[in-house]
Nanobody, 127 residues
């Protein structure tokens, strides 16, 4: 059974940075598509970024327009860990951030496509 555990949330001032981590266990990490979603109070959970496997050591990253050029998704297969580096944070980035995984190796951005979820970590950006 796949399990995901996030870490790294916290409180930061606008313009600051945070790095989130997500440790994956329970299956073969290398081929899973991994993603980050977030949910702000009163809003739907939305896609942030994801990485899917292109074969060998190739991974393709893709982002929501709202975070492009500010956030970077990456993974360390030796540590079974995915990261989200968040720079130039804005108050509107405040949300609970969730990591997610699917054995579907395609490019996916829909919440329903991901079958495994972490418990979430709070990110709060003050103005």
């Amino acid at each position: 059974q796949v399990q995901l555990v996030e870490s790294g949330g916290g409180l930061v001032q606008a313009g600051g940075s945070l790095r989130l981590g997500c440790v994956f266990s329970g299956s073969t990490f290398i081929s899973y598509t991994l993603g980050w979603f977030r949910q702000a109070p009163g809003k739907e959970r939305e896609f942030v970024a994801a990485l899917n496997w292109g074969g060998g050591s190739v991974y393709y990253g893709y982002y929501a327009d709202s975070v492009k050029l500010r956030f970077t998704i990456s993974r360390d297969n030796a540590k079974n860990t995915m990261y989200l580096q968040m720079n130039s944070l804005k108050p509107e980035d405040t949300a609970v951030y969730y990591c997610a995984a699917t054995s579907n190796g395609r490019r996916v951005t829909e919440r329903a496509e991901f079958g495994y979820w972490g418990q979430g970590t709070q990110v709060t950006v003050s103005s």
